[in-house]
């Protein structure tokens, strides 16, 4: 327990010094980070001072208590800054863990002339709760076997990269491919058009798939098809499992089922929708393919950018892209959302099952990247599933019983627990924020956000009275 208390202290101390970073660049705001810099570095300090280094004892159950303690440390933590600048409480709160999760989610307005620290603040959370989703996902979650997650590990270790031969190397590699991404998002975005500080901000914000933007109309700020293609692409290969960039690099294999099975999806659904707006909505095909092709992936792969209110589309429009919601990008990716694998893997155990109803004495085994699922994985997965479900539908049904309408209600649901961003409707879709809802909601959702960037049942455990039995049996002296 020692060990969680003092990453928990580094991770604040982390923060502080992200804030002095944006201090010493923004002295609009320079009163405002130094002053969070030191509560937060002070709060860290005592954490490190308390605790010990030493892993000596550190269990699997200490793991989950890790994994969920940070995040909301980092959340708080990102949340003082905003916080001391003019936010509430609850407001700080909400853009932070929304920011921290990468969900996109704002209650801000006046965007434009908001000041560039904050802005810049705001960015830096998000490509930080990207990485670390990253590291998480990876290293973490398999272990934990957090909705079939042990899958995951054989294919990005054992399969995929056994030229790497440690943790620290492959954590080196996917931040090196992840900066780099960066790096080269934002020179083009620089040839695009846009300023430096618009470049640096927004490419941090669409490789982590984020979707925070200095602007209130979000990425339709920016009119080029140029930045708009640009930022589709880039949006994409943040979506992407960074397990598969380095098998790529190391081995020279791009072959993934849960790749492919996304892009051919996106692929079916832009090309239904740029259709669908070429005929209905008198758009030139080459305009209606950029259009869906922007807001498709962005959605699909949780960002949340937008360049237009889709949901003026049409029913078919506004029915397409609540359900993409829920979709996600690939696992190992920055993405939010349900993510491609266990979809896959859920479509194929139900055509397993439909072949048993029929065919009782038939053998059915499920495979995976050429691997036969295992029974753990199966069931991992569609527990997965059920608490997704069943999440939402308390999120919703509660958000009803605070008083919001049934399409805000279930949107913001849905686009908190998949990390998303704006939802459907005219309050909170993407021509709106969340800042009108009641403080009961946003707290509300701040809770579906976490739960949704930790895939729940990380978070879950800890509200069981055996799991706190278990780590008090393990004794001070071991835990």
């Known amino acids: 327990?020692?060990?969680?208390?003092?990453?928990?202290?580094?991770?604040?101390?982390?923060?502080?010094?992200?804030?002095?970073?944006?201090?010493?660049?923004?002295?609009?705001?320079?009163?405002?980070?130094?002053?969070?810099?030191?509560?937060?570095?002070?709060?860290?300090?005592?954490?490190?001072?308390?605790?010990?280094?030493?892993?000596?004892?550190?269990?699997?159950?200490?793991?989950?208590?890790?994994?969920?303690?940070?995040?909301?440390?980092?959340?708080?933590?990102?949340?003082?800054?905003?916080?001391?600048?003019?936010?509430?409480?609850?407001?700080?709160?909400?853009?932070?863990?929304?920011?921290?999760?990468?969900?996109?989610?704002?209650?801000?307005?006046?965007?434009?002339?908001?000041?560039?620290?904050?802005?810049?603040?705001?960015?830096?959370?998000?490509?930080?709760?990207?990485?670390?989703?990253?590291?998480?996902?990876?290293?973490?979650?398999?272990?934990?076997?957090?909705?079939g997650m042990q899958l995951f590990r054989t294919e990005s270790s054992d399969k995929g990269d056994k030229e790497l031969r440690s943790a620290a190397l492959f954590a080196t590699a996917t931040l090196q491919i992840y900066a780099g991404l960066i790096v080269l998002c934002a020179i083009v975005y620089l040839a695009g058009g846009m300023n430096l500080f618009d470049a640096i901000t927004h490419a941090m914000t669409t490789l982590s798939t984020g979707g925070y933007s200095g602007y209130d109309a979000s990425f339709g700020h920016f009119q080029s098809p140029f930045l708009q293609w640009s930022a589709t692409l880039f949006m994409l290969l943040g979506g992407l499992p960074f397990a598969w960039y380095i098998r790529g690099v190391y081995r020279g294999s791009f072959a993934s089922e849960q790749v492919r099975m996304m892009l051919w999806s996106l692929a079916g659904v832009i090309s239904v929708l740029t259709l669908w707006m070429v005929f209905t909505r008198d758009v030139g095909l080459f305009d209606a393919l950029r259009m869906v092709s922007f807001n498709v992936i962005s959605v699909v792969?949780?960002?949340?950018?937008?360049?237009?209110?889709?949901?003026?589309?049409?029913?078919?429009?506004?029915?397409?892209?609540?359900?993409?919601?829920?979709?996600?990008?690939?696992?190992?990716?920055?993405?939010?959302?349900?993510?491609?694998?266990?979809?896959?893997?859920?479509?194929?155990?139900?055509?397993?099952?439909?072949?048993?109803?029929?065919?009782?004495?038939?053998?059915?085994?499920?495979?995976?990247?050429?691997?036969?699922?295992?029974?753990?994985?199966?069931?991992?997965?569609?527990?997965?599933?059920?608490?997704?479900?069943?999440?939402?539908?308390?999120?919703?049904?509660?958000?009803?019983?605070?008083?919001?309408?049934?399409?805000?209600?279930?949107?913001?649901?849905?686009?908190?627990?998949?990390?998303?961003?704006?939802?459907?409707?005219?309050?909170i879709g993407p021509a709106g924020n969340f800042a009108t809802l009641s403080d009961p909601a946003k707290l509300l959702l701040i809770l579906g956000m976490f739960l949704g960037r930790l895939e729940m049942l990380t978070v879950f455990v800890l509200f069981t009275p055996r799991f706190w039995r278990e780590v008090s049996e393990l004794g001070p002296a071991r835990g």
């Open 301 to 427: 792969t949780t960002t949340g950018y937008a360049t237009e209110d889709y949901t003026l589309w049409g029913t078919l429009a506004v029915v397409a892209f609540f359900f993409l919601m829920a979709v996600g990008g690939c696992t190992g990716s920055t993405a939010g959302g349900a993510k491609a694998m266990r979809w896959l893997i859920f479509f194929r155990l139900a055509r397993a099952q439909i072949s048993r109803v029929y065919s009782p004495n038939r053998v059915v085994s499920v495979k995976y990247e050429g691997r036969r699922v295992d029974e753990d994985v199966a069931s991992g997965v569609v527990s997965f599933f059920i608490f997704y479900a069943a999440t939402f539908a308390a999120l919703s049904i509660a958000l009803t019983l605070m008083g919001v309408d049934m399409t805000t209600a279930t949107s913001a649901a849905l686009t908190s627990l998949a990390n998303v961003g704006p939802g459907i409707g005219d309050i």
């Open 1 to 147: 327990m020692s060990f969680v208390i003092f990453v928990n202290g580094l991770t604040l101390l982390f923060f502080a010094a992200l804030m002095v970073v944006d201090a010493a660049f923004f002295h609009a705001t320079a009163g405002v980070f130094m002053l969070a810099a030191m509560l937060v570095g002070l709060a860290g300090t005592a954490l490190c001072l308390v605790s010990s280094a030493d892993l000596k004892g550190m269990q699997r159950l200490h793991t989950f208590l890790m994994t969920s303690s940070v995040w909301m440390s980092a959340a708080l933590a990102g949340a003082v800054p905003l916080a001391l600048w003019q936010l509430s409480p609850t407001d700080a709160f909400f853009e932070a863990m929304s920011g921290i999760t990468t969900t996109g989610s704002t209650v801000m307005s006046g965007l434009d002339q908001t000041p560039r620290g904050i802005i810049m603040w705001r960015a830096m959370l998000q490509a930080v709760g990207g990485v670390g989703f990253i590291v998480t996902a990876i290293a973490l979650l398999p272990i934990l076997k957090v909705g």
